[in-house]
């Protein structure tokens, strides 16, 4: 045989040079918003303001159980908590006023629900499983 034959011998045309990149493209960008991990920036500030939004529903459920142990007579608040219907008792919370944090005018989403599961969870009040708030 001669060097002249086989693979050695192929000369794609432009045309063809040009759909390959297409494909090679198109099959590299499906690849990476599937299977790779991509993300538009759309999807990311979406996800950004999730993460945003859970994270200050953790820190005031956090300040929230801290403020609910400090208060007078905690045990039977938590019996009176644990006594409620599960859809009441973020009602109770946030009625108690444990969620109020001081330069926040507005109710933090679902702060008082993650309080108040936390609170149910809880078998001991004395040994919670948050780190102590201090207002300052």
Known sequence: MSD???WSAYRPSKTLWIWSIVGAS???MAVGFTWGGWTTSGKA???EEIAVRNARAELV????VQKF???SD???KLEALKAKSSWERDDFIQDGGWTTIAGIKDTV???????AHRLVDMKNLASPNVPPVTDS
């Open 4 to 6: 002249a034959s086989g």
């Open 109 to 115: 989403p679902n702060a008082a629900e993650t309080c």
């Open 26 to 28: 198109a099959l590299t």
């Open 69 to 71: 142990i400090a208060s």
């Open 45 to 47: 500030r979406v996800m």
């Open 74 to 76: 905690a045990e039977a």
């Open 61 to 64: 459920a956090d300040m929230c």
